[in-house]
């Protein structure tokens, strides 16, 4: 008797935090009779940071060294039935005589000692994953009935994926407001590398030259655009938790060029179903922010004149401008 609550237990805990993934994946298999079971995107790219359990470590390593998930002839199989009854197997994928001859049967499960699956259905809003739950190679297929009970498991999977992108929708927006303090222009990014959030001051930087379009950073140059695309792939196939990539130019006509600095941090991309797997911090070298005045006052026991006028010399404007706008003297400005 499989135990639903247990696993919609460890399912929950999952949810609000990250590092519970593989103990909940391993109760799922451990319930279904299985080897281990791993979650991987149907919908977007497939990207190496998916969740799987300790039991299927090794599996997912090979998977992915050698390059299976380019020829895995289950991922994406079946997607009507899937969708419809909320869970496949082996044979809604593949005719049974092709599990005995097909590479990917032979040459990567085999060698893992895994042959059998089962696809549960797990969905949050547009988002789709599979649920791969997997036996061995002594084991026997998933039963009609088993099937049955895991169509139940799609549901409390999909309810655990919502609450996970709730979890991570709230942490990308302290970040983007984190470098909105900062004056700093940043963007979220998917999986895809497709801008799902911008905060004020990427809005306002992001209008003229090098902008969005069609929810990618776009400018006149293409080999720039397809710098910034293969930046951005490394990215995301690099196996550290937090890294920070070189800078892309984004080159504007009239001004210096935006520098795009990619980076991946693992409180944005802690969960796999989060929302922003990465982000793009932009500067804009042309750009001179004024301290505010109260923080020079404070730091440097200024006056309030005194203050305006360092704020602006902070900016680089020469001090015939800076009398000129705050309508002094420059003997008094000296």
């Excluded at 969708?83 to 092709?98: E, H, K, L, S, T």
């Excluded at 994953?129 to 026997?140: A, E, F, H």
């Excluded at 306002?204 to 710098?227: Q, T």
Aim: net charge negative.
């Amino acid at each position: 008797m499989w135990n639903l609550d247990l696993v919609a237990e460890k399912l929950t805990a999952a949810a609000f935090d990250s590092e519970r993934w593989s103990e909940a994946l391993d109760c799922i298999a451990n319930q279904a009779d299985a080897r281990g079971a791993i979650v991987m995107p149907v919908t977007g790219k497939l990207l190496p940071d998916v969740a799987f359990g300790d039991q299927l470590a090794k599996a997912a390593e090979v998977y992915f060294r050698d390059e299976w998930h380019l020829r895995d002839i289950r991922y994406r199989a079946s997607i009507p039935k899937w969708i419809r009854d909320g869970v496949i197997d082996d044979f809604d994928c593949v005719a049974p005589d092709d599990v005995s001859r097909n590479p990917y049967y032979q040459e990567f499960l085999s060698p893992v000692g895994l042959k059998w699956f089962a696809g549960v259905k797990m969905a949050a809003g547009d988002e789709l994953w599979c649920l791969s739950i997997n036996r061995g190679i002594d084991q026997y297929p998933f039963s009609p009935d088993e099937k049955r009970k895991l169509a139940q498991l799609s549901g409390i999977a999909s309810t655990a994926a919502a609450f996970a992108r709730a979890v991570g929708f709230s942490a990308a927006k302290g970040a983007l407001e984190a470098f909105d303090v900062s004056h700093t222009a940043a963007v979220l990014i998917d999986r895809n590398a497709e801008v799902v959030r911008a905060n004020r001051t990427a809005e306002n930087l992001l209008k003229g030259d090098v902008r969005i379009v069609g929810r990618r950073i776009f400018c006149s140059d293409p080999p720039s655009v397809a710098a910034l695309d293969r930046t951005l792939h490394k990215l995301f196939w690099n196996p550290a938790g937090a890294s920070l990539m070189p800078p892309v130019a984004l080159p504007r006509p009239s001004q210096p060029p935006i520098l795009a600095y990619p980076l991946k941090l693992p409180s944005l991309a802690a969960s796999f179903v989060a929302e922003a797997q990465g982000a793009i911090v932009l500067i804009d070298p042309a750009l001179r922010h004024s301290p505010p005045t109260v923080a020079l006052q404070r730091g440097f026991r200024l006056t309030p004149a005194e203050a305006r006028l360092a704020s602006l010399m902070a900016t680089g404007d020469s001090l015939d401008s800076i009398c000129d706008a705050l309508e002094i003297s420059k003997e008094t400005g000296r």
